[in-house]
């Protein structure tokens, strides 16, 4: 007589199975999302939104050509009155949607 196959061993080991595939994925997804700094309250700096900006990675947080950082080119675009939207570039969760704010 042939040993019968438990169902519910079969299923319980698929089960672990998927939850721990489940558990690697929920921790790669969210463990990997935990390097973006949360947006910059209300009445952003250029200092603010530049410092998130680059700890995002974003190109235009990057230095100039010319050495000039960030910040700078922030305040000199304020200066000549022509500001940057920084409580639209401090809320913007990627690089990309910052171009909304223009």
């Known amino acids: 007589?042939?040993?019968?196959?438990?169902?519910l061993h079969v299923m319980t080991?698929?089960?672990?199975?998927?939850?721990l595939q489940l558990a690697i994925l929920f921790a790669i997804l969210f463990g990997s999302c935990a390097h973006f700094p949360s947006p910059v309250p209300?009445?952003?700096t250029c200092a603010?939104?530049?410092?998130?900006a680059g700890a995002m990675g974003c190109d235009w947080a990057q230095p100039t050509g010319q050495g000039a950082?960030?910040?700078v080119v922030c305040q000199n675009a304020s200066?000549?009155?022509?500001?940057w939207k920084?409580?639209?570039l401090a809320k913007?969760?990627?690089?990309?949607?910052?171009?909304?704010?223009?």
């Open 48 to 52: 603010e939104v530049c410092d998130r």
């Open 1 to 7: 007589m042939e040993p019968t196959k438990n169902p």
């Open 69 to 71: 950082s960030c910040q």
């Open 42 to 44: 209300g009445g952003a």
């Open 79 to 83: 200066d000549a009155r022509v500001p």
């Open 13 to 19: 080991t698929a089960t672990v199975l998927i939850v």
């Open 86 to 88: 920084l409580d639209c």
């Open 92 to 102: 913007v969760a990627t690089c990309g949607e910052a171009d909304s704010c223009n």
